[in-house]
């Protein structure tokens, strides 16, 4: 998601696609990889709850493993930022370090209400804003950031941050075990913070076509209003069911149906064929995961019964220590 909105910007702006440009693009593909590599280690507490198949794939691979894969990566994501101007650099750098800050101490940003929801939601809001900044190369210094782009990178920021609450839900009751007080967690029940969730979202992707409207942005978008729809229909499915495996469903539906609707704003906004092959990858990819089973929220991962998922208070203790 974070290629399709930083290629919403592109194609919003008009930039051409030079060297740098693609170079951003592969820096905002490799940025919520490493955010989740990152995650899958200091989050064990509750993920051992909520996720014990990803408390798997960490002990298989190791967390010096997933450090050092860490380290790496965000250094390849400031330098293929820096490719694009001073602007994306510094976005870059601080991008990092809110990154790192999401789920790690001393800050642990995830777990307060707002900080938590806010910095998720820069997993799109964040490409953006290097998107449509990236006319600030290394040699121009001074070109204005028009109204239009802020009234859609808070669009973005309000949107995932309903994304957010609808991600917490699932993990509710492993958040609430390991004390997170997040957006769910500060409901007295699953169904309250499932009623939350979708009326937050429901509210957010109703001020879709107000904001093509406010941003004079080309009527083509509000083709896109469809999958508005359809998406306000999807996520009211977390009422009928508080089982884990059924809400994990939803939220990988949702997060789909969220990637074909930002591919629909990188198409119709200019109709280009480089708005249509980004889109067009981007989808494949989801589609390509899903098939390969890539996918650690999957039901054969979760706990279906209490006593059929035993913890290794041990082994738990031992990682969260190197961690």
Known sequence: MGILAYGFGIELLGTHWRLAIIAGSMAMFIMPVVANLHNSYTDLEEDARNLPGRISLVYAVG????????????????????????????????????????????????????????????V???????????????????????????????????????????????????????????????????????MFAVCATW??????????????APANLYLAIPWVLVAMLHVARLLRSDSPAYLNSVLKWDMAVSVVFLAHLVV?????????????????????????GADSRANNHLPQQADETPIDDTRLGRHCNES
Not at 84 to 97: H, K, P, T, Y
Not at 268 to 289: E, K, N
Request: proline residues 4%.
């Open 63 to 122: 967390v010096k493993n997933l450090k050092r894969m860490v380290r790496y990566g965000l250094a390849l994501v400031v330098i293929l930022c820096a490719s694009i101007g001073w602007l994306a650099f510094i976005l870059a750098v601080v991008g990092v370090l809110l990154l790192l800050s999401y789920s790690a101490p001393p800050l642990r940003l995830k777990a307060r209400p707002f900080s938590g929801l806010l910095i998720f939601s820069l």
């Open 203 to 216: 509210i957010c992707y109703s001020l879709f076509p107000f904001v093509v409207f406010l941003t004079q």
């Open 124 to 194: 799109i809001a964040y490409p953006f804003l290097i998107a449509v900044t990236a006319g600030e190369t290394w040699a121009k210094w001074n070109s204005p950031l028009e109204e239009h782009r802020w009234i859609w990178l808070a669009y973005l920021v309000l949107l995932f941050m309903a994304k957010g609450c609808v991600k917490n839900v699932p993990d509710y009751e492993g958040d609430m075990i390991a004390s997170i007080r997040n957006s769910a967690t500060r409901f007295g029940s699953i169904q309250k913070a499932s």
């Open 268 to 292: 119709l906004v200019d109709l280009s064929t480089s708005g249509w092959t980004l889109a067009l990858c981007c989808i494949f990819i989801i589609i390509f995961a899903d098939a390969i």
